[in-house]
Nanobody
C-alpha cells in the first residue's frame, strides 16, 4: 500500500515561494508503473492538477502554472517536491501529493483517477 505525506510551511508571503515535500512509503518513486503528482484545491474550487514527475524523473506541468512551477525528487529519500514561485493570495489552497498507475497528464476526475493521496497540506499566502 502506497502512503504519501506532505510537509512544508503553512503560511507564505506574497512574491515568495511555496516549497512542499511528499514523503513516499510502500513503493519506490522509481517504480515504472507509477506517476507522482501535485494537485491543489483552492477554497471553494475544484481540484487542479499542477504537474507530474514520472518514474524516470521526467516532469510535466499544467500550462497555466508551468512558468512558476518546478517538481523535483530525491530518490535516496524516496520523496518528491513542489516549488511554486512568485505566489499570490490566489495560490492559497490545500496542496496534495498523489500517485496513479500510468503516466497521464491532468485529470478530469482527480479523486477517482488517482489511487493514492496524501492527507493534504493547507498553504495560505498572506502578508
Amino acid at each position: 500500500q502506497v502512503q504519501l505525506q506532505e510537509s512544508g510551511p503553512g503560511l507564505v508571503k506574497p512574491e515568495q515561494k511555496i516549497y512542499l515535500t511528499c514523503a513516499v512509503s510502500g513503493d519506490s518513486i522509481t517504480t515504472s508503473h507509477l506517476a507522482w503528482s501535485w494537485i491543489r484545491q483552492p477554497p471553494g474550487k475544484d481540484l487542479e492538477w499542477m504537474g507530474t514527475i514520472a518514474y524516470d524523473g521526467s516532469t510535466y506541468y499544467s500550462p497555466s502554472l508551468k512558468s512558476r512551477t518546478s517538481i523535483s525528487r530525491d530518490t535516496s529519500k524516496n520523496q518528491f517536491s513542489l516549488q511554486l514561485r512568485s505566489v499570490t493570495p490566489e495560490d492559497t489552497a490545500v496542496y496534495y501529493c498523489a500517485s496513479r498507475d500510468g503516466l497521464r497528464l491532468g485529470c478530469e476526475d482527480c479523486r477517482r483517477e488517482y489511487a493514492y493521496w496524501g492527507q493534504g497540506a493547507q498553504v495560505t499566502v498572506s502578508s
